[in-house]
């Protein structure tokens, strides 16, 4: 079984310990400890270990959604409030095809050329657009603390089951179609941000709401691509719904009235 390096101080080894006895994310090949060890780090244990010292998190208890560039793990605050835990891979190459939704942004000017300046700077990044779409109302997960490459937010569920998404649902309605184009007509006006790399598997269905999320992409609207970031997203809408039977508006219609114009 691998265990947490002896360079951490105490407590911290003490909380991620146990998350390794509660985990569901069980280690039981060679290849799923290389896995464990891209995600855990020396600089993402000491970036936990800093989030543990601002109350931000108690204890990780099982991962909830893998991917190439990033692991969700749900996770604990002292209060049982649960939170998302979202660690971006310092291993992942992938990151630097994300570079040109970096590049022209103007919240963000200097990125190192390293791997790691590249994913700190995105986890920043996703930080920065969800806190600016959530006091903008728009419905995405409460961002609530950041270091370096780990992102603690709302969890967007119950009992460790991340709410499904657009995707995952049975049905879609007409309701949800409009309820979405109000959330991306609100991201673009109030927080002045297009997704950017918005579909049917980063929207969650939660109730009667839809709730954006995965804003690591997003841009400024000042961004010189955002015009075209924006079609794409609303295109990726309307093929979605369309394929579902629910009736869409022209993309350029739809497309001004998310502007204003």
Known sequence: MWS????LPEEVRASLLEYEKKSRY??????DQQVVEDVFDKATKMALYRLINRGALQTLIG???AGKESRVY?????????????IYLTVAADFRRRLPYIQGDPRFTEVGRGIRNIVDVW????????????KAGVKVPQPFNLNRNVLIMQFIGEEGTPAPTLKEVEKVTLRDYRNVTEQITLLY??????HADLSEYNIFKWGS???????????????????EFLRRDLENLNRFFSKKGVKTQNTQTLLKKVKGE
């Open 209 to 227: 709401e839809v709730i954006l999320f995965d804003f690591g992409s997003a841009v400024s609207k000042e961004h010189p691509n955002a015009d």
């Open 189 to 194: 006006q109030k927080a002045e941000l297009v």
């Open 4 to 7: 947490w390096s002896e360079d």
């Open 26 to 31: 069980l280690i039981k090949r060679s290849e």
């Open 123 to 134: 986890a920043k990044k996703e930080y920065r657009n969800l806190t600016e779409a959530y």
């Open 74 to 86: 749900w996770g604990k605050k002292a209060d049982d409030t649960d939170v998302a835990v979202k």
């Open 63 to 65: 991962v909830v959604k």
